[in-house]
């Protein structure tokens, strides 16, 4: 048995352009909230905290949408050739709100006070904000408009990988796909770099965003034109049925089709839990380690997110390929030992500590949650039956992204409420015991996992779906 790599990467063409706005969208939406709107930070991660909240309402709605679809392009094609269609035209769109403010704020001299008192400058644009507030008012609406439209084919988008492969393959395939996701994110970065994002605060932000729009409708195009999304879902699901890798679906008297069992629900609902744990742990390091690095340590931060983004870059395949042999379970496991080894060693580094050392640690972290990250979606989707696929992708996002909204806000609160006991030093205390607490507990509601897995490869006889 072989993924089929080349029908794998066409899939992946729907995440590329999925991480290519995502990239994009951190990037240059915080510094018009702050920079051009005036905003404070509070108000300014409100809003960025949307796109979270949203997700966890509408991706489980859209995914299980998508399952009961059909039309001539499959299940999930629409979904993605629409959201993305929208999406692109609102994110433009944003761009020319903005630039309208950017002309209010430039009238009254705020870039030029920005050079010297960047406080006043700020002040300055706040004030104009708030006595003329429509611009924002139609900024955060659009805003809207463009999450909802991501919203809307992420789930879909996801599912299509599942729809397509062999169960006991997909840990190979959600590697492929992360590597789409991280070439699509890389690509957006270098655009960056060209239009000198992060070097002019008070720039026009439409010819990069247009940029980025078209990186998305290539991807896009790639996708509609190679994808065979019927074909290759009937396909997968007859070889399924051949290799005996799924029961056949038997309708009960009301027409549905049998559910979980409790053993396999209690399954689902310890992996979700894991999700949510794992996440805790991970964005509430992910989330503030620019501010710990820079406050608590006083060293750079940038080249050890490289170090630990290389390292998972570098994990995704051999890591789908030790799932297949060893189980995801186990697999899993063993990535949770690494990060939380990672978190707890980062405990006992110091201002004092040389920065070289958080090299190898944030590495493993970086494999660790490349371990992690490959698996654990596989193993929803294990449990999901063959119509089903899409509802469980929503699942695993909403458990994921409600624990990225619980992540800053739990964190933030500990910090807080240890600096009142220790004044100083909350932070210090409690960032990588946050994280290594909350890593820790998802090894244990792992442990007890007993379905998700796919059958190992060699019990399987051999077959390629070109």
């Not at 509408?58 to 094609?77: C, E, H």
Request: net charge neutral; aromatic share 12%.
């Amino acid at each position: 048995m072989k993924l089929n790599y080349k029908r794998t990467i066409l899939v992946g063409f729907a995440f590329f352009l999925i991480s290519a706005f995502w990239q994009a969208y951190d990037a240059i939406v915080p510094l018009i909230l702050t920079n051009h709107f005036g905003l404070p930070q509070t108000v300014s991660g409100a809003v960025m905290s949307i796109d979270n909240v949203l997700a966890v309402f509408m991706l489980p709605i859209f995914g299980a949408l998508s399952d009961k679809v059909n039309t001539k392009w499959g299940k999930r094609t629409p979904f993605v050739f629409c959201g993305t269609i929208a999406a692109v035209i609102a994110f433009i769109s944003l761009t020319f709100i903005d630039n309208y403010q950017l002309a209010l704020i430039s009238a009254d001299g705020v870039p030029t006070l920005a050079a010297t008192d960047a406080t006043a400058a700020a002040e300055l644009a706040l004030e104009m904000t708030l006595a003329n507030p429509l611009p924002l008012v139609g900024f955060i609406a659009t805003l809207l408009v463009v999450l909802v439209a991501m919203a809307t084919f992420r789930s879909p988008a996801v599912a299509l990988m599942p729809d397509v492969t062999l169960k006991p393959l997909r840990s190979k395939g959600n590697a492929i796909i992360n590597l789409m996701g991280t070439a699509g994110g890389i690509l957006v970065l270098v655009l960056g770099m060209v239009f000198a994002t992060s070097k002019n605060k008070f720039m026009e932000y439409t010819p990069y965003v247009i940029a980025v729009c078209a990186i998305m409708l290539t991807g896009l195009v790639i996708f509609i034109i190679t994808v065979k999304e019927k074909k290759w879902a009937d396909e997968m699901e007859s070889e399924t049925q051949r290799l005996g890798l799924e029961e056949p679906l038997v309708a009960d008297e009301s027409g549905s089709t049998r559910k979980l069992s409790k053993p396999e629900l209690k399954s689902l609902l310890l992996i979700l839990a894991s999700v949510a744990l794992w996440y805790i742990g991970y964005n509430s390091i992910t989330s503030k380690y620019s501010v710990y690095a820079t406050n608590v340590l006083g060293f750079d931060f940038n080249f050890t997110l490289i170090v630990a983004q290389a390292a998972a870059i570098v994990s995704y395949i051999p890591v789908g390929i030790v799932a297949s042999k060893l189980g995801r379970r186990k697999t899993i496991l063993a990535g949770i030992s690494m990060l939380a080894a990672a978190f707890l060693i980062g405990n006992f580094i110091t201002p004092e500590t040389p920065s070289v050392v958080m090299y190898p640690v944030f590495a493993l972290a970086g494999i660790g949650w490349a371990t992690i990250n490959v698996n654990s979606f596989p193993m929803v989707v294990e449990l999901a039956r063959g119509g089903e696929v899409g509802k469980y992708t929503g699942y695993y996002y909403t458990a994921s992204m409600a624990a990225q909204i619980v992540a800053p806000i739990l964190s933030g609160f500990l910090y807080d409420l240890v600096d009142k006991i220790i004044v100083g030093q909350g932070m210090r205390i409690m960032f990588f015991a946050f994280g290594t607490v909350f890593v820790a507990l998802s090894f244990v509601t792992m442990f007890f996992v007993k379905h998700g897995d796919a059958k190992p490869e060699k019990e399987i006889p051999a077959v390629d779906l070109d």
